[in-house]
Every structure is written in C-alpha cells, then in structure tokens.
C-alpha cells in the first residue's frame, strides 16, 4: 500500500534523509522510530505529500505522491504531531470541510458516528479556538478518518490525548488495519510501538537501521536476553549503529 | 478551475468570523470594541470623502493639485512596490497558516487552487483599499468607479508582483549559488542607496512631493518609474478612453504576472512551507519573548555574543541580564533598526540643516522626531509576552524587581543609543548643543515612560499574537483601543511636561527647561512603578486571552 524507494531529502548541505526504502503492506501497522533528528517526521511529511523528496519514488496505493499527487493524496490521511485547526470553525464545520476536500458523499452519519467514538458530540458546535489540545487532535483524527483512508499517517498521536481517548485511539488503529489500511506510527512512545505495531522500522541519522517485525528486531540482538524491551533494542541499536 | 472545498472554507471561515463577532456583540467590552472601531472606520471614511471632495472649490487649484498627484503618484507606487518586495517578500504573499498546511497541503489539491485561495483571501483587503483610495482621491478623478477600479487593478499588480519576486527569490536560494545571491543583494542595494543619496541632495526641501520630484528627474528615476507612470495614468485619468487604455495595459500586465505566479508556484512549494513554518515559529516566539523577537533566533554564531552577569541589585540585574543578552543574541534586526534610523535621523537633521540653517531647532526636531517614532515602535513590540510573564511570575523575586528589570533592559538600550545620536548632533548643530544634552538626558525618563505605560496597558489587557480573521473586528477595534489608550496616557505625561518647559523656553535656557521638565519625568516615572508592579501582581497567564 505504501512504498517507498531510494528516498532522499536533502536541505541545501544537509541531508537529512538518505537512501530509504521501505514499504508498508495494507492491514499492517508500522512503528517508526528514531532519536530526534532521525527523519522520521521529513519522512512521513514527503509521503503526505506536503515536501517533495529530493530523490526517489514515494507511492501510495500505487499512485506516486510526485507525479499523480491528487490520486496519492485522495487514498491517504496525514495525522501532525501538532494538531493545527482552523480557529474560527466548529468541529462539525471541520468535518464539513474535510468531506467536500475529499468529496465523501453523505458524510453526516459516518461524521455522527467518529464524534460519538472520540466522545466529541457536545464539542459538536464549539468553534476550534475552544477546544483544548487533545480535544484538537482527536478533532484532526476525526477528519482524517472520514474519507476511510487506505494509509494512515500518524506523527505522535498520544502527544495530549486522556487515558480514554488513548484507548480509543489504540482500538481504532487496530480496527483500521484490520479492515485493511496500511498505517504508519512515528513516536518516541516505544511501549505504544511494542503494544500496537507488528513491523519496526527504525531511522538513525537519516538512514534506515533496521525494518522487519518486532520479534525479528528482538531476536537480531540475542546477546539482550528473551525479556529484552523494544526500548533495550532501541538503545542498542542507536548507540551502537553498523 | 478552482476547488469548491476551498469555496467552502472561504465561506465557513466568513462565517466564522461573523460568528466570532456576533458573540463578541453580547458582552459590553466586546460591544465597545466592535463600537470603537466602527467608529474609527466611519470617521476614516468620512474624513477621506470630505477632505478629498472639500479640500479646496477652484477649478484651478484642483487641476493643479490632479497634475501634482500624476507626477509624484509613479514615484508613490514604486516605493511602495519596493517596500513591499523588501520587507513582505515570502511572506505576506505566500504565507499558509498552519492550520492550512496540515489541511491543505496533504489533501488532494493541485498547488493551484491553493495559489487561487491565497489570492482570493486577499480580494478583500485589495477593494476595501481602493475604496479607500479612491474616496480620498475622489476629487483629482474623472470618475470615482475608474478611481476605484485602477486602485483595485494597480494594488494587483504590487501583490502579484510581490509574490513572483518571492517565488524567484525563493527558487534562487534552492538553486544558485550563496556568493552570488550575497554579491546581487548587495549589488542591488548599493545602486538603490546611490540612488536614493541623490535624490536626498538634489532635493529643494525634505517634502514627499520634492523628493518624488528630484527621484523622477534622476537617471535612474526616469528608468524605474516608466513602467509605473502607467498606473498613475490610468488612475489619474482625464477622461474614458486614456482609462480604458491604461487599464487595459495594466490588466494584461495582471494577467501575464498572475500566469508567472502559477507558473513559478509549481517550484516553490517547499519554500512556501518553509515560510509558512518560520512564520508559525515567529509567532511562537513572539508568545514566549515578545513581538521583537520574531525577527530573530540564536544561533551558535551569536551565542559567542556574551554580557558579563550584572549584580544582583534585589532581583533587577538577573533580569535586566537576560533581557539583554537575549536581545543581543536574537534580535540582530534591533539593532539594524537602531544603526539605520541613526543614519536616517543624522541624514534627515543634516538636510534640513543645509537647506535652513538659520533654524537649527527645525533640524534637529525632524532627527529628535524620527528617534522618538523609533522608540515607539518598538515599545510596541514589547506586547505579546505572556508566555513569558507566567515565566517570570514562577520566580523567586519581588513583583517590583521584575518589572524593573524588564524595563531597564529595553529603556536602557534605546536611551543609550538615542543619547549617542544626540550627542553626535551637538558637532552638527553647535549653537544648540545645550539643549541636545538635554535631550539626551530626558531620553531615559521619556523611555522610560513609554515602555512603562506599554507594559502597564500589556499587563492590564494581555493579549496573543494571532493572525486575524476575516471579519474580526473586536480584534481590531482592542487594538486600536489599546492604541488609544496608549496616547491618551502618554499625551498626559507629556502635556506636564510640556508645563514644566514654558519658563526654559520663554528665558532660552536649556538647564531651565531640562531641570523641570527631568524632575516632571521622574515623578511620573516613580508613580508609575507601583502601578506597574500592581498589573503584573494581578496578571494571570492562565486566563485564556482573546486574540
């Protein structure tokens, strides 16, 4: 569903990406890992379609974000670590907009039904400005979900949610992904990686360290120990890189 | 053609700002803001039509006046076509806010429906302007609906312009080589100074009218102002058929620049995020540090920038340290402004002074003035704070300290800078060096004065940075309020002041003058204080603050 190739991103001297190839089947969910400055959040940006790559092909549900970017753009939901809302529209108004973005069809129930799952309905009618910070980003998850996308990208999606909406969260990535979306997870949270993904895909310094399942990760560091964490592997991976 | 998703958001965003302001209408403070400026647009408005239908009944006086307007008008033009190149270039022109990036950007738009939406967001702006202008023209026009309409078709002009001269610029940072922007910037604008110097002392007198004048007798003006002289003759124009020819060359020089605008935005549209990213961390930086330092952050070169720890003196030095140091370090463009408004001050004051110098008081004014202007500004940019102020409350020190210290930083800057500048003068202006370092000596109260009531106002009525919506009127009527209030406070201090001058002035003693008028200042100056510590001491960050 997603797939990427030779990816590079370069800032006049600085490359910031270099060399990645990766893909993420549909139904799978990707954790995508790395110290600050790995470039994970460049790479989930280029495969939004919102920087184009300085090398390589990024294709979403085989149609390439640079050459047939509506077509990427329509199949696919980008989730920001900072949720950024439009201050004067109400959440029902948001999800307005976001339907004739991506011209769903008789949203209103399917609208109805994402308010009642992320205990938004009495924010129905409160205009952005409002609304505290995690009510924002399940406000930004809402929309991204309506048009059911087939790629889900998420750039820390804990950062402010309560307990229930992280639970609410969790579910829904799994029932997504179960209904055969390819979603890609980008935190710092290595127990939210371990608990929801099923591949790891780990950036150090621009470049792909490791990309295969979670057990795989665990089991290529053996001299760990069978309880090793995904955060021991973490560690050793990064401080340690070959 | 255009998306109708982006039709929509136009429309919800209208009506979101109606919204904002219909419940801003049911509370008194929202209905007096909202009142305000209603009430300053009316008196703008009607001003305007009266002073341009009124100014003056003679035929010939106003045929002169339409001869006058077509002359300096190109001049006008270019200025401000140049100002707005230099100052608002990638920014004003193809700024997305990030709500827009995270919405619009990955969703399934061509880049140039978003171009499209950015500049019908601006139609608004653009017409209301030439209503405006043409109100206040509307006596040197043949028709106000030609007025109107060659205002609307030249301000087009300036922001298409504007934003492919951005998207060059933009293009060329990715593309070309570091030396060879560095050698063309600076190739460009030495010519402008040259430019500029000769217009300066070609000139009869300082006026806007002479020095458009001298500008377009130049060389170099005859060359740049031709494309322009288009505008002003078709905005001036004497009858229907030189408008609808004019206008007709300027629409297609509309339309060529807007078919460069899509052409260039397919290559720009990493830079427009980037701007958009550097706007939405100015903001933020405005947030914690205040209005100034948008223009600036540190970096590992300016860290080497360093100030020796003050003492302590109860709590005033750490402050005023940091206040300081991070002026240093983050606002280089502070002090570019300080550097060019010495030179534009000491070029202003010398002019004046060559031109009169029987009336040494005359040039020195104009210099004195501009410096004030200055401080001014950026007692303005103090506002913004209030990240910063929940800072500074967690501290353990006294309320009095913190507001002194935050002060003394900025006061202590600007005085010093004005002081030097005044004392300069006194090698320009011997006859009247007594009062100069007078002038010097009262900049610190003065400052200390209007950085004080900025804050006071600050601390009393906190508001955020935001960028406005359309419609949002309560936001501007604050504003102007808040301006308002600002003079009205600063017009008393002064007019004391001004008391306490009479006997100097009247006896041309310059100690007789400054002796009063400094112990006025300070009275102020000290009533203020408590005031001052009193508004930070009931300022409460957690308020949400409207704006």
């Known amino acids: ?242 | 053609m255009f998306h109708s998703a982006l039709w929509k958001l136009i429309r919800l965003k209208w009506r979101g700002g109606f919204r904002q302001l219909w419940r801003s209408l049911k509370t008194v403070r929202g209905a007096v803001q909202v009142g305000f400026i209603l009430l300053m647009m009316a008196y703008g408005f009607g001003s305007m039509f009266f002073v341009g239908r009124m100014s003056s009944s003679a035929p010939e006086a106003t045929a002169m006046m339409t001869d006058r307007l077509r002359d300096v008008a190109a001049f006008g033009l270019f200025a401000f076509t140049t100002w707005a190149m230099l100052f608002s270039t990638g920014e004003a022109t193809v700024y997305f806010t990030s709500s827009e990036v995270a919405f619009l950007f990955p969703a399934p738009f061509q880049r140039r429906h978003l171009l499209t939406y950015k500049l019908l967001q601006s139609c608004f702006g653009i017409l209301f302007l030439s209503l405006m202008l043409s109100l206040y023209f509307s006596r040197s026009l043949f028709s106000w609906l030609s007025g109107c309409v060659g205002a609307a078709l030249t301000l087009t002009f300036i922001q298409l312009l504007t934003m492919n001269v951005s998207f060059v610029r933009q293009v060329m940072e990715a593309k070309s080589d570091a030396l060879f922007r560095r050698v063309l910037g600076y190739s460009v604008s030495v010519w402008v100074l040259i430019a500029v110097t000769q217009m300066v002392l070609n000139a009869p007198s300082g006026d806007f009218a002479a020095l458009a004048l001298s500008f377009r007798d130049s060389t170099a003006g005859r060359w740049l102002l031709a494309p322009f002289d288009v505008f002003a003759r078709m905005i001036f124009a004497s009858d229907a058929a030189s408008f609808v020819f004019s206008a007709g060359l300027v629409l297609v020089l509309d339309l060529s620049l807007l078919a460069a605008a899509y052409r260039l935005d397919g290559l720009s549209l990493e830079a427009a995020l980037a701007i958009s990213e550097k706007l939405t961390a100015r903001i933020k930086r405005a947030h914690s540090k205040g209005a100034w330092h948008m223009f600036g952050s540190p970096t590992s070169q300016v860290a080497r920038r360093k100030i020796r720890r003050l003492p302590f003196w109860n709590g005033i030095g750490p402050i005023v340290w940091q206040r300081l140091t991070t002026n240093l370090r983050t606002s280089l463009k502070l002090f570019w402004v300080l550097g060019g408004a010495v030179l534009l001050a000491g070029g202003l004051t010398i002019t004046i002074h060559r031109k009169a110098p029987e009336n040494p008081f005359a040039a020195a004014g104009a210099g004195i003035g501009v410096m004030i202007y200055v401080s001014f500004l950026i007692s303005v940019s103090m506002q913004n704070e209030i990240e910063r102020v929940g800072y500074l409350k967690s501290l353990p020190l006294r309320p009095i300290a913190i507001v002194l210290g935050e002060l003394l930083g900025f006061v202590g800057i600007m005085s010093t800078v004005q002081g030097l500048f005044f004392l300069m003068l006194c090698g320009v202006l011997p006859s009247i060096a007594g009062w100069l370092v007078c002038a010097a000596v009262l900049a610190w109260p003065l400052n200390f004065l209007l950085f004080g009531i900025e804050k006071f106002i600050f601390y009393l009525y906190p508001t955020r940075m935001a960028k406005g919506a359309p419609g949002d009127f309560q936001n501007a009527g604050r504003q102007m309020l808040f301006m308002f209030l600002k003079m009205l406070l600063l017009f008393g201090g002064l007019s004391l002041v001004g008391v306490a001058v009479i006997p100097g002035a009247m006896y041309r003693s310059p100690l007789l003058a400054a002796i009063p008028a400094i112990a006025v200042l300070l009275i102020e100056c000290a009533g203020l204080v408590p005031l001052l510590t009193y508004a930070f001491h009931r300022f409460d960050p957690s308020v949400d603050t409207p704006g």
């Open chain 1, 1 to 242: 569903m997603i797939r990427v190739e030779g990816y590079e991103k370069s800032y006049r001297e600085t490359l910031a990406v270099r060399g990645l190839t990766f893909g993420v089947p549909a139904g799978s969910i990707v954790g995508l890992v790395g110290p600050n400055g790995a470039g994970k959040t460049t790479t989930l940006r280029a495969l939004a379609g919102i920087i184009p790559p300085t090398r390589g092909r990024l294709s979403v549900a085989g149609h390439d974000i640079v050459q047939d970017p509506i077509a990427a753009k329509s199949r696919l939901a980008f989730i920001p670590d900072d949720p950024q809302l439009f201050d004067v529209l109400t959440v029902w108004e948001h999800l307005d907009f976001t339907a004739s973005v991506y011209r769903v069809p008789e949203f209103e129930a399917e609208a109805e039904r994402l308010l009642t799952q992320f205990e938004l309905t009495e924010k129905r009618d409160t205009i952005a400005q409002e609304l505290s910070r995690g009510m924002r980003q399940k406000v930004a998850i809402c929309c991204a979900y309506l048009h059911q996308p087939e790629a889900i990208l998420f750039d820390e999606p804990l950062t402010g949610l309560d307990p229930r909406g992280i639970r609410t969260l969790k579910e829904s990535i799994r029932e997504r992904a179960a209904a055969g979306a390819a979603v890609m997870i980008s935190s710092h949270l290595l127990d939210l990686i371990e608990d929801l993904c099923s591949h790891l895909l780990l950036m150090h310094r621009g470049q792909c360290l490791f990309q295969g399942s979670i057990t795989e990760a665990k089991n290529k560091l053996a001299e760990l120990g069978a309880d090793a964490s995904l955060e021991d592997v973490f560690f050793q991976m990064t401080e340690n890189p070959t």
